[in-house]
């Protein structure tokens, strides 16, 4: 599966963006759909992940995001999105979308990854 993410931008502290990321080559609805990011200079972090069958409602957030982050997922569309709200500036990073087989916040279960999208919030 080909993953492309969309969506980064330049945003003020307190404001809002959504990410994409579209997949093509197979149907999204085999994988967990996550969510990464990489700030400038650290290691790449999970940010969220959505369970293989939306209507099951399962996410899980990591602890920097949880209220302000929301990951959903359009199976029919073949795509996920994460709405990224009350942004700070300690968001900024590019942010990748990846795909597993497994349901997992480990960087090692996602064997598919979208090329990532800038995110910059300034103060």
């Known amino acids: 599966v080909q993953l492309q993410a969309s969506g980064g931008g330049l945003v003020q502290t307190g404001g809002s963006l959504r990410l994409s990321c579209a997949a093509s080559g197979r149907t999204l609805s085999r994988y967990s759909m996550a969510w990464f990011r990489q700030p400038p200079g650290k290691e790449r972090e999970y940010v969220a992940i959505a369970a293989i069958n939306s209507n099951s409602g399962r996410t899980s957030y990591a602890d920097s995001v949880k209220g302000r982050f929301t990951i959903s997922r359009d199976n029919a569309k073949n795509t996920v999105y994460l709405q990224m709200n009350s942004l700070k500036s300690e968001d900024t990073a590019v942010y990748y979308c990846?795909?597993?087989?497994?349901?997992?916040?480990?960087?090692?279960?996602?064997?598919?990854w979208g090329q990532g999208t800038q995110v910059t919030v300034s103060s």
């Open positions: 990846a795909a597993a087989l497994s349901y997992g916040v480990r960087r090692e279960l996602y064997g598919y």
